[in-house]
């Protein structure tokens, strides 16, 4: 490993730390390997997926003096040859190349591996880079099912990793502050709050016949633990997730960023019942299975979450793509990713000529942080000091898990109802079967 300056590190860290209130986070107990990062250590990391999201996630780790990158995995060779190549421009620097993630974890020198695969290698492969002994970075949604999230927070404990997730949003102050806006009282008691995506950027998958494998794709590595299907454009780069046998759709994708803003900000984990419909409203004869358009209902205590996605049009509530508003007595906040404001409710004693509110008027609270930056920097500085990362595990696998509840009362078109104690839907087998999948042999969900 080669050293950098131990004070500006620690200059570094406390400036994050600072930013986004991690001096109090605890330090993890344990960790597997016996190798440890020290502070003058720079961190070599591994891309597994080296396209798309994960491109993005290693540019933003690019920046940190702190890490180094040193080997890429991908069974696209188209990509691996871009990648590399565009890599190597961007740095002077060569990577080692894998075509298979097991053969790369069997690399000592690598500290951490940054995950960015199809969903449905997320459990596997984030599992057995634990048992390797390397920290994780795996992108959201973590799983493709609620038995693959409660092995994954079982594996980061028993074998003492540092896991961050792909949510960035936690590690923004804005969205924080959001979350402490909603937790002080401010807004008065807090009935209802609503998520939503409107997803006109993504248009219909016209039906296609099979086609040829592209050159150069290990299209058997690809599928991996999924079911062996004809290849089809629509199944493979980007629209994938768009298939139950490798995702959830936008109920995971974009589910997972919003609603745990709601969850976190309510500092709430499990509702009392899930219900949900909608259907392939927008284009019913393409190929997509996940539903198009989406409604579903958190029922917890004393208030209600809903979540909504719609393809084909591009603006959903207050006129936002996307967002997440609390609606309070003294009034409601809206946020997206360009900012947070509030809307005040009128207070009964005002008048036309003394107008008086029932909260503060705040002018419009605008995000600027690069978040994925500030995720980035976080997951090193936990390596090195081994602390929780802002979203670590269990965050992950909560809300994971919430939108997993939410495709399960979707596909079986009925309220359900999850035990959190026994991790189980009581009494309920056909839901129960629905928090697992069968692996394409020879692949399985390791064992923790």
């Not at 720079?42 to 540019?59: E, P, T, Y």
């Amino acid at each position: 490993m080669k050293n950098i300056s131990r004070r500006n590190f620690l200059l570094d860290s406390s400036k994050l730390a600072a930013t986004i209130g991690l001096m109090n986070v605890p330090v993890a107990e344990s960790f597997a390997s016996k190798k440890r990062v020290s502070a003058n250590d720079k961190v070599q990391i591994a891309c597994i997926g080296i396209r798309g999201v994960n491109w993005a996630n290693l540019m933003s780790h690019n920046k940190l003096a702190e890490a180094e990158c040193i080997a890429f995995c991908d069974v696209d060779d188209n990509v691996m040859k871009q990648k590399t190549g565009d890599f190597e421009k961007l740095t002077g620097k060569k990577v080692q190349a894998y075509t298979d993630y097991r053969k790369l974890l069997e690399n000592k020198d690598i500290d951490a591996v940054l995950i960015g695969t199809p969903d449905h290698w997320h459990a596997i492969q984030m599992i057995e880079a634990c048992s390797a002994g390397k920290d994780v970075y795996v992108e959201k949604p973590i799983s493709c099912t609620i038995e693959e999230s409660l092995a994954m927070v079982k594996a980061t404990q028993r074998y003492g990793r540092v896991v961050q997730v792909g949510q960035q949003q936690r590690s923004n102050p804005q969205w924080q502050a959001v979350m402490d806006y909603v937790k002080s009282g401010k807004l008065g008691k807090i009935r209802n709050i609503k998520c939503w995506i409107a997803n006109g950027n993504r248009g219909e998958l016209p039906p296609m016949p099979e086609e040829a494998v592209p050159s150069g794709v290990n299209y058997d590595m690809w599928l991996g633990p999924a079911p062996m299907r004809p290849f089809h454009k629509h199944r493979f780069h980007g629209s994938f997730r768009f298939f139950w046998d490798y995702a959830g759709g936008l109920m995971t994708d974009w589910g997972v960023h919003l609603l745990d803003i709601a969850f976190g900000a309510m500092n709430v984990k499990t509702p009392k019942s899930v219900v949900a419909s909608g259907g392939k409203f927008a284009y019913p004869n393409d190929m997509m299975e996940t539903p198009d358009t989406m409604m579903t209902i958190y029922e917890f205590d004393n208030f209600l979450v809903s979540w909504e996605h719609t393809f084909g049009t591009y603006k959903g509530l207050f006129d936002k793509h996307h967002g997440v508003a609390f609606y309070g007595e003294n009034g409601y906040l809206v946020a997206d990713r360009s900012g947070w404001q509030i809307f005040p409710e009128v207070d009964d004693k005002s008048t036309d000529l003394t107008k008086k509110y029932k909260v503060e008027v705040l002018p419009f609270q605008k995000i600027t942080a690069d978040d994925r930056d500030l995720h980035a920097a976080n997951f090193i500085q936990c390596i090195k000091t081994r602390q929780k990362p802002i979203c670590d595990i269990e965050i992950g696998a909560g809300i994971a898990i919430n939108s997993h509840l939410g495709n399960i009362a979707y596909r079986l078109g009925r309220k359900v109802y999850w035990d959190a104690a026994t991790n189980s839907f009581p009494k309920d087998a056909e839901a129960q079967a629905l928090t697992k999948r069968t692996y394409r042999k020879p692949w399985a969900l390791p064992s923790v």
